[in-house]
């Protein structure tokens, strides 16, 4: 069986605590051998009893190691102090820095030009004179961009409009499903409403047959083609009439000679 934890306090019994000291003592002096040994490292190792006995181990010498621990706790000691004085500089300058820009920025805003001479006084001004200018431009840029967005949102409100209005409209309208014919017609006199001679008993009356038996074209609403035709047929009655009497005139004048 293994042994058990101990609890890691005074020991209140001398005998115990004496035989305790005298065993870990041992085993810590074999621990620092080893690793020397083993690891080729520089060790040592400095025991006082309660009775002021000392105990000491040291693997290259213990003189040699206390001085190199004592050159190099000056060192990290110089380091630090160095450090430390580097910390403090830096320090320093960013308090200086911070000044300086405090005053550059209560002089651009008018404060403290007491201070400052002439040529200073040209040099802010100056750099004020550009930043406004800076300034001018990009305000303008920005109000040229809000401008072509309120140009291009209101030609969309105004487009959208129209296609409303023009819904509104088809919807009053009435849909056609049939073709509407245009309203410009070629029409043909009727052939039985024209003058028409059976014979032509002469030169003049196959003229006149020729002239009137032509067939004319018209052009405009059925309704006015229909009208103008009837005017026309009014018109020549009269004329057909008399050809007609006038023919048979001469036929029977032609019979009775023969």
Known sequence: MGRGKIEIKRIENANSRQVTFSKRRAGLLKKAHELSVLCDAEVAVIVFSKSGKLFEFSSSGMKKTLSRYGNYQSSSDSKAENLQEDDCKEVDLLKDEISQLQKKHLQLQGKGLNILSFKELQNLEQQLY?????????????????????????????????????????????????????????????????????????????????????????????????????????????????????????????????
């Open 130 to 258: 550009h930043a406004l200018i800076s300034v001018r431009e990009r305000k303008e840029r920005l109000l040229a961009i809000q401008l072509e967005e309120s140009r291009l949102k209101r030609a969309e409100l105004e487009n959208e409009t129209l296609r409303r209005q023009v819904q509104e409209l088809r919807s009053f309208l009435p849909s056609f499903t049939h073709y509407v014919p245009s309203y410009i017609k070629c029409f043909a006199i009727d052939p039985k409403n024209a003058v028409l001679n059976h014979g032509c008993f002469d030169d003049s009356n196959c003229s006149l047959q020729k002239t009137n038996s032509d067939t004319t074209l018209q052009l405009g609403l059925p309704g006015e083609a229909h009208d103008r035709r009837k005017k026309e047929g009014d018109r020549e009655s009269p004329s057909s009439d008399s050809v007609t009497t006038n023919t048979t005139g001469g036929t029977a004048d032609r019979i009775s000679l023969a």
